[in-house]
Each structure stands twice: as structure tokens, then as C-alpha cells.
């Protein structure tokens, strides 16, 4: 294949090979699997391999490879499309009169005697998940940690990225808080989970949306959370942190659902998602019986178990697929099953009770959080019914919070779902009705000293001075102040793990200019992250279903605007007070002003970003707003005015 080829070429030569399939419908993964001599070797399953990319079709295979690939290694696994005859776990939603001899007259004895044989099996002594966990449980398995350069980093990979030997270090999990010895003990001021949980504290209602632009924190917030007290961590992206499960369920639904029967596929959801939480719960209460886990396993454990499963083994995804099979020839009356994964949610709280776990008692709630949500709130916005208001459609966000919803009460499960996308929760809180937690963008580095405090959180983490010595070789202060001016609130994090992962004290400007490219240039718009790609993104989503959106002004307008007071008047930011649309694109943030969160434009990168987006989007505004800077009588445009 010729570098110059793209994916797209590589799917379309592929598909020669597969009769009756379209390119299209072909996934390619980038692995990384050396070839076992030929007496040794077997059947490899995706769902099995640790570490996996999905490639996208516009990608070069340059790109891909842009090294000679090693001889004797698996590089590529192709995964054709699901037969429509022979789905994966979850078949279509079964109308309700095509009755079966397992339908909603079934026996709830029935069902439950079939979900004890799956996880009989499942957990029976030597199988591969119940000696996973045991090993797990007496704490066998940890993170790996960076061993050359700065050693002693943690080096965590996303769901579905191949790790390679310049791979660099995550601080996402670094200097993680501990669970608690004593029931109240204080929570150090320095983790940002703080205002969360105070929000949780004297909440009524079961969910909570938090709702925060791209790169604030709002991933770590939530396993600092979870660290602390016990919970579940869900994760709706494809490729990112968590279990591969979630993901899989939304797909399956997507994929299954009727376009006549929003009743019937708000169902079909409920009782998938009920088996989704069932095999969470399952495997916690497992871990819960291993001899000897209070002395080994924590809330901090389970939670790194939860969130980094493709480090370990998904054992999540493994179970979710088997219970699963129980929807194949069957209508599952919601309320059978939904006692049934009751009855496990008040035995597994029992069994946390009684193992008199400090952040753990009768009273406590549970924490679920579901993690990328705007995936889900921006999956088929009409095809599912709300539960409370006839004929009123809602996307498939909806009925998978009602499935976690019927397990536990107010008191006993608090739901707490985040993300940039406006869901139709987040939409109601967006304009201050409701509840919900805001993540302000002001209080990640708000001061030059505060990125060198960052620095310094990492040098303490470090056991050894040589390590601490490259640190500070590899960002000096030149690199903290431009990191401060060029990076204005977020995602000086993400930069500080490129400048170490590159271990040349020369490189720190580069790395800096490259990710401010990545996230402004045009060109590199299809880009994780890209602000213009985001922009684009929003900006069709809006168009589809300009019903949900009535109230806001045009992205573009405001945008605009910012451009125009920028050079008129060398204004760097513009105050907004409900344009949650500009968070959700990644080009606003959340600031507090006497109280009050508004949005807020300050940063340099996304004036940086709406110029380019306006260049090639409408290069006449653009060309406007470069002439009223040449008119300008503020002296500061024409750099003309000094501080003395």
C-alpha cells in the first residue's frame, strides 16, 4: 500500500478480499501483537486486546506508520460489520405483540435462575475473570509507570490507543487523593472534587449535570469523587478512559431502535441499561467476598479498576455482553427485571456496610457517573419518549438514566452525568433552572506562580532528585510564562505531559506551538479536541434540531463580535450570560462574577482559533474586522502604548 494512500484506500483494497461488504462498514484497529510460532497460536478477539486505535478513513497511512512497521507483529485487525441476522448481544426491541414464551408473562424465577447460571459461570473458581479479580483484589495488579527519563509517572493509555516506547506519562493520575481512615477526616483543599462534593451534600434530587468546557477538569473531578467514595464510572466515548461497555450499549440500542415505536425502544433501552448496571453491581459485590479485601481493596482501587479496564482486563464488557444474551426471543418486563437488579443494589450495600469501610456506612449514597454524556444527548434526539410528558421525544440519554434511576432511591444512588454537550437536562440548567454543578475554567492556573505550583505538584510526587533535576531541565521558567500566556486556563496539563514525554530540555517551545496549532488551525480540524472541528460539530447539530436551541444567539454572531472588539478596541474578553453553546464548542469557559457564572471568551488560543475559523468560513468578516483595526484610535491595537 502506498504511504500516500489513506485509510480509506487500505478499507477499499481490504474489502476485495470480503465478498458482500461494503468498505464502509469495515473497521480497521492499529495493534500491535507480536505472531506466536505456529503450534502456539489462537484465536485472537478484539474485545481481548489491551491496547487498540480505531483508525479514521481520512488519516494517511503515513500517518499511521510513519515508521517501518517490524516484522512478525500484527499491525492491523480488521472488524467486519455485526450480521444483521446474528447481533453481537442485543437483538431488535421485540414489540410487545410478538409475544414469546418469554415475554412479559415470563416468571420472575425464571430470569433470575438464568442470570445465576451466567454468573455462576462467570465467577466459577479458575475462570479467567474470577482470577483476574482475585489478584486484582489482593492488589497484584497496579498502573505502569514511566521508567526512563522521569521515572515514576503514571503512563495510562485511552481505551483503543496502541502503546509504543515514546508513550509519556498521564498526569490525569497523578497525586490522586486517598480513601479516607476515618469518617471525617478533611479533604486537602488542593483537589478540585471539593465543590463537587459539597454540591452533593445537601442536594435533593438524584441527578446532577455537570457541565464544563473541553479541558477544564471535569474527568478528573470525577474520579477524585470516586476515589473518596464509593461509586460507578461510566464512559460514553469510544476512545477514552473506562469500560468499553457503555459505548457498546449505546450503539446496540442505536442500531435496534424502531422509528414508529418510541414507547417500545424507551423500553428496550431501560432493561438494556438495567443490564448494564446488574453486571457493574455483580462484579463489585464479587470483589466485596475475596477474603481479606478490606484490607486491600478501596474505593480507590475499584475506581482505578473502573476507569482504566483496558489496562487490566474489561471484565465489565465481558459480563455486560453474556447477560445480554437474556434479550435474545424476549420482552423482559421492566418491572421484574428492575427487582431483580434492586435486590442486588441492597445486597451489595449491605456488603459495603459490613465491611465497615470508612467512607461507607447504611446512610451513604452511592455515586454513578456517566462520563462524556453529550454522546448520549446527541443520539437519536426523537426516537425515545420522556417519562413524565406524553409525546414528548428525547434522545437516548433519557431512558438510560430512568434504567439507573429505578435500581436505587434519592438516598441510596446519586447520578451525576457530565460533559461539554447540552443535553436535555443540561439545557433546562443552562438557562438557571435546575440543579447543576459548573465547572469555572478561572480556578485552573489563574496566576503565572500557579503553573509553577503545578510543576512543583509533580516534582513531589517523584522519589528520586535526578527525576526531580529533568523536570526542571525540561520546563524552565521561559516555559512556565509562555505556558501561562498561550494557555490561558486550560489544558496546560495535556501540554506539560507532551513537553516531558519528549525528554529534550530544547523542546519545550515546540510542543507548545505544535498542541495551540492542533487546537486552532483549520486544517487540523478533524482533530480530537480541534476548536474549529468542534465549531463545525455544533454548528450542524444546531441546524438538525433548531427546536432545542431557540434561545441562543448565533454561534457565529458572537464569535463575530469577539473578533470585532478584539481589534477595535484590543478587547481579550467578551462576557456572555447564557451562551452554553459557545462551552459545548470549546470555545467558551465558565467564570464566576460576583457570584454569578457567565460565559467568558479570555483565551488566546481561541481568538486564535476564531480567526482561522473565520478565514476560510467567511473571509469577508474576517477582512472587515482587519480594516476597522486600521481605523482604530485605541493605541494598544497599533502597539503603540507602553505600562511604565
Known amino acids: 500500500v502506498p ?24 473497521t480497521l484497529w492499529k495493534v500491535s501483537i507480536p505472531v506466536a510460532p505456529k503450534n502456539e497460536r489462537k484465536e485472537i478477539s478484539l474485545v481481548d486486546v489491551p491496547s487498540k486505535e480505531e483508525l479514521d478513513e481520512t488519516d494517511d497511512v503515513s500517518a499511521v506508520f510513519p515508521d517501518k512497521p517490524p516484522k512478525k507483529t500484527i499491525h492491523i485487525i480488521v472488524q467486519r460489520p455485526t450480521p444483521v441476522h446474528a447481533p453481537l448481544a442485543i437483538p431488535s426491541p421485540v414489540r410487545a405483540r410478538d409475544s414469546t414464551p418469554f415475554s412479559d408473562e415470563s416468571r420472575p424465577g425464571d430470569l433470575h435462575d438464568d442470570i445465576k447460571k451466567i454468573a455462576d459461570r462467570f465467577f466459577a473458581t479458575g475462570s479467567p475473570a474470577s482470577g483476574f479479580l482475585d489478584a486484582y483484589v489482593r492488589g497484584e495488579y497496579k498502573l505502569p509507570v514511566t521508567t526512563t527519563g522521569i521515572m515514576g509517572l503514571p503512563k495510562v493509555l485511552r481505551r483503543g490507543v ?37 454540591k452533593l451534600e445537601g442536594m435533593q434530587a ?30 460514553a466515548a469510544k476512545s477514552d478512559f473506562g469500560s468499553d461497555d457503555l459505548s457498546r ?38 470483589c466485596l467476598k475475596i477474603p481479606s479485601c478490606r484490607q486491600t481493596f478501596s474505593s480507590a482501587r475499584w475506581t482505578l479498576l473502573q476507569v482504566c479496564p483496558h489496562m487490566f482486563k474489561d471484565v465489565f464488557m465481558h ?3 453474556k447477560l445480554c444474551d437474556l434479550m435474545k426471543g424476549r420482552a423482559l418486563l421492566e418491572s421484574v427485571l428492575a427487582s431483580i437488579v434492586r435486590e442486588e443494589f441492597e445486597s451489595l450495600r449491605d456488603k459495603l456496610a459490613g465491611h465497615d469501610y470508612p467512607n461507607f456506612s447504611s446512610d451513604s449514597k452511592l455515586r454513578l457517573v456517566i462520563d462524556e454524556a453529550q454522546i448520549l444527548s446527541d443520539k437519536n434526539p426523537t426516537l425515545f419518549s420522556s417519562s413524565s410528558i406524553q409525546g414528548d421525544p428525547r434522545p437516548i440519554l433519557s431512558p438510560i438514566l430512568h434504567g439507573f434511576r429505578t435500581v436505587g432511591l434519592r438516598d441510596e444512588l446519586k447520578i451525576i452525568f457530565c460533559g461539554t454537550g447540552l443535553s436535555m437536562k443540561t439545557l433546562h440548567w443552562a438557562m438557571s433552572s435546575g440543579d447543576g454543578v459548573k465547572e469555572y475554567g478561572s480556578s485552573t492556573f489563574p496566576y503565572p506562580d500557579s503553573v509553577q505550583s503545578h510543576i512543583n505538584r509533580i516534582k513531589d510526587q517523584l522519589s528520586d532528585d535526578e527525576s526531580k533535576r529533568i523536570v526542571d531541565d525540561l520546563i524552565p521558567s521561559a516555559a512556565v510564562n509562555m505556558l501561562y500566556k498561550r494557555l490561558t486556563g486550560r489544558f496546560r496539563p495535556i501540554v506539560t505531559e507532551g ?105 488566546p488560543f ?33 502597539g503603540n502604548m507602553w505600562e511604565t
Open 162 to 198: 496502541v502503546d509504543s516506547q515514546d508513550s509519556g506519562p498521564s498526569l490525569l493520575f497523578l497525586d490522586l487523593p486517598n480513601p479516607p481512615l476515618h469518617a471525617d477526616d478533611p479533604i486537602p483543599e488542593r483537589f478540585r472534587s471539593n465543590v463537587l462534593l459539597s
Open 499 to 603: 513537553i516531558i514525554k519528549t525528554g529534550d530540555p530544547k523542546k519545550w517551545e515546540a510542543v507548545i506551538n505544535t498542541t495551540e496549532t492542533m487546537l486552532t488551525s483549520w486544517k487540523e480540524r478533524e482533530r480530537r479536541g480541534n476548536l474549529c472541528g468542534e465549531l463545525n460539530r455544533l454548528e450542524r447539530k444546531i441546524a438538525d434540531h433548531p427546536e432545542l436551541f431557540k434561545s441562543f444567539s448565533s454561534i457565529r454572531d458572537t464569535l463575530g463580535l469577539f473578533l470585532l472588539r478584539h481589534n477595535l478596541l484590543d478587547a481579550t474578553e467578551i462576557v456572555l450570560e447564557n451562551e452554553a453553546h459557545l462551552i459545548e464548542a470549546a470555545f467558551g469557559r465558565i467564570k464566576l462574577f460576583g457570584g454569578t457564572a457567565r460565559t467568558v471568551l479570555d483565551e
Open 319 to 321: 459480563l455486560f455482553v
Open 606 to 638: 481561541v481568538l486564535k482559533a476564531t480567526k482561522a475559523y473565520f478565514q476560510e468560513r467567511d473571509p469577508l468578516l474576517l477582512a472587515a474586522a482587519e480594516r476597522a483595526m486600521l481605523h482604530s484610535t485605541n493605541a494598544s491595537v497599533h
Open 3 to 26: 504511504s500516500s494512500d489513506t485509510v480509506d484506500d487500505l478499507k477499499k483494497l481490504i474489502k476485495t478480499e470480503i465478498p458482500d461488504t461494503f468498505s464502509k462498514d469495515l
Open 249 to 286: 450499549l449505546a450503539d446496540f440500542i442505536d442500531s435496534s431502535t424502531l422509528e414508529d415505536s418510541a414507547n417500545i425502544n424507551t423500553r428496550f433501552a431501560k432493561n438494556a441499561t438495567l443490564l448494564l448496571f446488574l453486571s457493574r453491581i455483580m462484579i463489585l459485590s464479587y
Open 206 to 235: 438524584q441527578d446532577l449535570p455537570v457541565f464544563g468546557v473541553s479541558g477544564c477538569g471535569k474527568t478528573r473531578t470525577m474520579i477524585e469523587m470516586l476515589y473518596l467514595q464509593w461509586g460507578f464510572y461510566f464512559n
